[in-house]
């Protein structure tokens, strides 16, 4: 059948209602003996099938349900319930007709599943047990293919044979794959024939022909169609673009821009110096344009060498060996260059390999002369006299033209002009007295210069150094001496033939064999010796006692000269002196007690060094007595030392004497003689009373008016004047040697004075009720003082 008579075929089915199943009859009994019956049940549901996307105005018919209990007369009611039950699928509750009342799309939901039964509309009892049944949706070609990328990349070698893969592109269809051809994809190129080729059922993409070549075209555009209908007319497509690069392969050879390469270089060119660059193209690129180049041959094997730059791929020729202008002025190399990486697939088609010939000029360079050596060693005996010849330096100019050259000594290698040499053949010879004790080595450069032909010209000259080792050998011209200053002691009661000092002797001379010295006593002291020299052939001698006793007071210090000799030719010798100092020792041998001399010399201690001591203990002793000078010093206490001690006059007294003019809160003459105190000495903690009466002073007119721009001079004096006649009257002013400041504010204040000085009035006339009045900081002045006015008063 045709799919069209299959669908008409399901709806009458589907339409037919209810299938009759079942048979009721007996199946057993129970436990009790009960017998078992099955019950009949009067319909079971298949499936109903339904076509999506339906574009009625009515609603769809889906189908009819009928139960055997519906005896037509209206009172049978059938309910549906399930998936989409009331708003996709309504049902006819009298006649059992079901419609779907939306448009629906099986991509959405393939199939729903429902549950109907039949009960009485009067009593709600059930008719028909509850039956589920499913209803289908039927396909049909609504959805286009879709590729699962919009944009495919792939590559595929360059050169590549026939049929190669490329790449597998896939297309899906929503629609059933199951029903018909709505779902079955077919593939077909659109746009790349004949390059590629696309497989109608896996949609793998191949190349279409044979030998593509990247250097002639790189990318390809390929458009591929996938159409459902099995690729029928009236099936849905959809297309997608694949982007097909070619990747390189190693199928081109390096090759040289030119067959012959010229490059010049100067003759002083320096090792690893650039000679010049070879180019050669390759139109592959990447790793498979990687080249190496090298030299096969040339007719000056060593001179050159050549190596590839790795981020250009050039060729870079540098000098590997000193090239001289006189010798040889050019040379013919040939070069091949090759690919790093080969593909043996190709190497049919042709060599992958290049050559050039490269010829190198050599420029000629004025270049300095050159010493036959690249350094010289000299030897000279100290005792040389002056112009001694010790040796010569040679060189020559290299160049055709060979000019003449010039020897100098660079001064700053021989600052004290030690040697010279000959400007002309390079002889080195003395110029002073050497000492090989002062410098066993001598270091010096000698400067050759190329004198030009023609001097005028302002040509630079061309020179060169080299460096010369002179060592000077030594010669036997120092005596040996001690090794040491040697003093030492002898005891009084020591025995012949005892050891008293070991004494060696250095010499500043080195000979080859080493030293070999020779202890002796000096011949005028042999005859009445008191001690005696033992050489004991091995660079040291004893000096040993020649009798049983020494007296202190009778000789304190013996000095015994020692003769010491050299064994080398000529044979040198020196008289040295050791001190022996006599001191008084023990059994044992230990100095007891000796002279300040032999002391000091026994501790170590030299005469700078006592003098040394001796200063440190004087300037140590000056500064123990001026500490105990400053100590004597006491300092004085202040008067009051409270802060809280106020009075109306603060009186502070220093070293030199009294304080100020008012000293009524305070007796200056407790201070001339403490313990005189007067039994009338008033408290110090109320307000003074004055001892003598005050002295009324005419007040003096107003001054007149004076100029602005001048100072009140004659006000000031008077008050002054006036004020020392006052200090000098008065019996209980401090000392003349006090310092008396005023503070003078002028006639004319409104304020009148705010200091004590106009304090030599009684307080009786005076009211310091106005304190009261000033705030909390004069508080404790107003309680002083007002309390005594108004104990007064009462």
Known sequence: RTPKERRQRERRTASAGARRVGAQGLTGTDAKGVPLRRSKRGWMWNHFYLLEEYTGTDMQYVGKLHSDGDRGDGS???????????????????????????????????????????????????????????????????NEPRFTKDLYMARVPEMSDMGTSVIQVTATDADDSTYGNSAKVVYSILEGQPYFSVDAETGLVKTALPGMDRELKENYQVVIQAKDMGGQMGGLSGTTTVSITLSDVNDNPPRFTKSLYEFRVPETADLGATVGLLRALDADIGENAEMEYRIISSDGPGMFDVFTNKSTQEGVIVVRRPLDFERKRQYSLRVQVENVHLNPRFFAAAPFRDDATVKVQVEDVDEPPVFERPSYVMEVKEDAARSTVIGSV?????????????????????????????????????????????AAWHNISIILTAVPPDPSTDAPRQMTRVPVFIRILDVNDNAPTFATNYETFVCENARANQRIQTVSASDPDNPIGGHRFVFSLAPEASGKANFSVRDNKDNTAWILTRRNSYLNLQRSVYLVPVVISDGEYPMLSSTNTLTVRVCTCDRDGNMQLCNAEALAARAGLSTGALVAILLCSIILLMIVVLFAALRRQRKKEPLIIS????????????????????????????????????????????????????????????????????????????????????NDGDPTAPPYDSLATYAYEGSGSVAESLSSLESVTTDGDQDYNYLSEWGPRFKKLADMYGADDSDRDS
Do not use: C, W
């Open 76 to 142: 049978a009611r059938y309910v549906l319930t399930g998936e989409g039950a009331g708003s996709l699928f309504r049902i006819d509750e009298k006649s059992g007709d079901i419609h779907a009342t939306k448009r629906l799309d099986r991509e959405e939901k393939a199939y729903y599943i429902l549950r109907a039964k039949a009960v009485d509309r009067f009593t709600n009892e059930a008719l028909e047990g509850e039956s589920e049944f499913v209803i289908k949706i039927h396909d049909i070609n609504d």
């Open 643 to 726: 802060k809280e001690d106020v009075r109306d006059n603060v009186v502070s007294y220093n070293d030199e004497g009294g304080g100020e003019e008012d000293t009524q809160a305070f007796d200056i003459g407790t201070l001339r003689n403490p313990e005189a105190i007067e039994e009338s000495k008033q408290r110090r903690d109320i307000a003074p009373e004055p001892f003598y009466p005050p002295v009324r002073r005419p007040v003096p007119p107003p001054p007149p008016a004076r100029d602005p721009g001048h100072g009140h001079n004659g006000d000031v004096r008077e008050f002054i004047s006036q004020r020392l006649q006052d």
């Open 394 to 438: 040679s060189a020559s100019d290299p160049d055709a033209l060979h000019n003449p050259v010039r020897y100098s000594i660079d001064r700053r290698t021989d600052m004290d002009r030690v040697f010279n040499v000959h400007a002309g053949n390079g002889s080195v010879f003395v110029l002073r007295e050497l000492d090989r004790e002062e």
